[in-house]
C-alpha cells in the first residue's frame, strides 16, 4: 500500500488549492480514507474523512463548507478541494489510508497508511 500526496503549495488568503492522493495497492473503496494536517506546533488533527465503501464523509467544523472530499475510483486518487483559504490551515496535509471497517462519518483514531505529506501555506 502507497500514498503519493501533491498539490501543496502557497496561496494567499482566500485562495484555493487541490489536493492529490494517488493510492497503489489496494482500492480506495475498500478502505478507509481520509486527510490529516499538522500545522507548527499544534496535534495533528482530522480534516476530512470517508468510511469504507464511500458510504460517510466528515469534516472538522474548521473545514465545513470550504473543503471537499472527494475520489476519482477510475484513477484510484482521493482529492482535497479547499476553497476560501485562511492563516490557519497552513499546516503539512497527509493522506492517511486503513482497513479498519466502519461507516460512520467521523476520522479514525488511527490509520495505518499515510502519505508523504505536503505542505500548504496561507499568508499573505
Known amino acids: 500500500v502507497q500514498l503519493q500526496a501533491s498539490g501543496g503549495g502557497s496561496v494567499q488568503p482566500g485562495g484555493s488549492l487541490r489536493l492529490s492522493c494517488k493510492a497503489s495497492?489496494?482500492?480506495?473503496?475498500?478502505?478507509?480514507i481520509g486527510w490529516f494536517r499538522q500545522a507548527p506546533g499544534k496535534q495533528r488533527e482530522g480534516v476530512s474523512c470517508?468510511?469504507?465503501?464511500?458510504?460517510?464523509?466528515y469534516y472538522a467544523d474548521s473545514v465545513k463548507g470550504r473543503f471537499t472530499i472527494s475520489t476519482d475510483n477510475a484513477k484510484n486518487t482521493l482529492y482535497l478541494q479547499m476553497n476560501n483559504l485562511e492563516p490557519v490551515d497552513t499546516a503539512v496535509y497527509y493522506c492517511?489510508?486503513?482497513?479498519?471497517?466502519?461507516?460512520?462519518?467521523?476520522?479514525?483514531?488511527?490509520?495505518?497508511?499515510w502519505g508523504q505529506g505536503t505542505l500548504v501555506t496561507v499568508s499573505s
Open positions: 492517511v489510508a486503513d482497513k479498519t471497517y466502519y461507516s460512520g462519518s467521523f476520522c479514525l483514531d488511527s490509520y495505518d497508511y
Open positions: 470517508i468510511s469504507n465503501s464511500l458510504i460517510r464523509t
Open positions: 495497492g489496494f482500492n480506495l473503496p475498500d478502505y478507509a
